[in-house]
């Protein structure tokens, strides 16, 4: 053991000052026969990313400081394994303990290492960009920070008196596993099958392994049965899995939150772009939407044709919000079983920072999908959306009968029905209107007539009528 690690380690262990020097020498042997310290650092000692031009320092810890201002070492715990109802065997298990003052246990968190692995930082998943260090998929660390439970107090007196007793019992709480207080129970891990195919059979995804840690992410089971059939991840570690497909997790839940609504103006950009196309709806669904704002006030006297009215602005405001969502929403359906790979591909070639940002926000998301990397796996074609702009539109589902075909299907309208319809509506309310104001001004000029006869009376209808 070189005299550096020493020194480390009498640091973070203050015992092994007072102890003999045989007896220190004998720690310190037994320490480096049975426990793999891989990376140490001491007071002032440099702290970098990189060991030599472009190789990355795979145990480089992130500081807020090049200079390191506490000592500390990272000890790797390989093969770690557990058994409930089935032995569970996890990824090799990395210990960060590092000087917490004088009288003080050390600090102590819990690691795993995607870096050793990938050669690369930022592949990983807990979205750390900065150096290869990830959250260990264990039952009792949440957050880097172990549940110790018992352990803490025996952890307590072996760090002031016998450091190697305190690697021993690091090394027993990895593989400790008690039911009653988990974060997660190892028990209900199981492998990933895929969706039934047209003969009843399925196909193994995931390992429960594999599974788990993309659960624990935030993956759900639904995306990861979608997706992963249409990719080849054979040659990928699991950790360059976590960026994309969490991305494609989160555009599966919220398409609808992205688009609903929201492509309106996009398909009337791309379908003008067609120099044949006639725009027959732009103007008259905005009238819609301005009658429907005004809740048909205007109508309520000519109620059957208001209920047609109604039929054709909520149909338009379907098609429109939800119909062109829908309708985009196939085809990104239909690309992810065509070209699923071509897909998982671009995203994985993004940088981690943008997919970060998709992840994290729909805003980035929806950005991500207009991307020149994405859009036509998705979006119509120019003609497309001239086709669909130039059509008839459904009435409102939920119109009732009268606007159904006999085989079920929703009647259709061209916009011409709805100006001709909106015009008698206007010309009908304002005849209904007229004639309630002649019958007002008649009934309020009879009692003027009446009224002429007294004065008091007379003289409160005119404050009444000027105010």
């Known amino acids: 053991m070189n ?5 480390c380690l009498m640091d973070l262990f203050p015992s092994l000052k007072s102890m ?7 720690q310190f042997k037994l320490i480096s026969e049975h426990y793999d310290i891989v990376d140490f650092k001491n007071l002032g000692d440099t702290n970098h990313p990189y060991s030599e031009k472009d190789v990355i ?6 500081q807020s400081s090049q200079t390191v201002n506490a000592p500390y070492l990272i000890v790797k715990y390989d093969k770690v394994e557990m058994r409930g109802r089935r032995k569970v065997t996890f990824a090799p298990q990395y210990a960060y303990i590092q000087f917490a003052g004088t009288g003080n246990t050390p600090i102590l968190r819990m690691y795993e290492n995607t870096a050793v692995e990938t050669g690369e930082f930022g592949n990983n998943f807990s979205m750390n960009r900065i150096d290869g260090w990830d959250r260990p998929l ?9 549940c110790l439970g018992a352990f803490e107090s025996m952890l307590y007196k072996a760090s002031m008196s016998n450091p190697l007793e305190y690697f021993a019992l690091l090394s027993k709480f990895y593989r400790t596993w008690n039911v009653q207080s988990p974060f997660w129970n190892i028990n209900d891990m199981r492998p990933l099958y895929s969706r039934r195919d047209e003969n009843g059979d399925r196909k193994r995804l995931l390992t429960s392994f594999e599974h788990e840690r993309l659960k624990q992410v935030g993956i759900s089971v639904l995306t990861l049965q979608k997706y992963l059939p249409t990719i080849d991840i054979s040659k990928l570690h699991l950790s360059r899995l976590s960026y994309p497909l969490r991305v ?11 688009f609903y609504g929201n492509l309106t103006q996009e398909f009337f950009l791309r379908a003008r772009r067609i120099s044949a196309f006639t ?3 732009s103007s008259v669904y905005s009238n819609m939407r ?6 048909y006030v205007y109508y309520k006297q000519t109620a059957p044709d208001v209920t047609k009215l109604e039929a054709m602005v909520e149909g338009a405001t379907l098609f429109f919000d939800m119909g062109l969502c829908e309708k985009v929403k196939s085809n990104w359906d239909e690309s992810i079983e065509e070209n699923g790979q071509e897909i998982f591909e671009a995203l994985i070639n993004m940088s981690p920072d943008r997919l970060l940002d998709a992840d994290e926000s729909s805003d980035y998301r929806r950005e991500l999908l207009f991307s020149n990397d994405l859009i036509n796996y998705w979006m119509l074609s120019d003609m497309e959306c001239a086709e669909m702009l130039s059509s008839s539109i459904p009435y409102w589902k939920r119109a009732g009968n009268a606007f159904k075909e006999p085989d079920g299907e929703m009647q259709r309208f061209w916009p011409e029905e709805f100006v001709e319809l909106d015009k008698h509506n206007q010309y009908e309310s304002g005849k209904i209107a007229i004639t309630k104001l002649e019958k007002q001004k008649e009934k309020i000029a009879n009692e003027i007539r009446h009224l002429d006869k007294n004065s008091v009376e ?9 105010f």
């Open 458 to 466: 007379n003289s409160i209808l005119q404050q009444q009528i000027q």
């Open 248 to 258: 494609m997790d989160r555009i599966e839940r919220t398409w609808n939150d992205m």
């Open 57 to 62: 320092n795979e145990y480089y810890f992130s």
């Open 138 to 146: 264990h039952p009792h660390i949440q957050n880097n920070k172990p």
């Open 290 to 295: 301005k009658l429907a704002r005004l809740n």
């Open 20 to 26: 003999g020097g045989e007896s220190r020498d004998i």
């Open 279 to 281: 725009d027959i709806w």
């Open 3 to 7: 005299t550096n690690l020493k020194r």
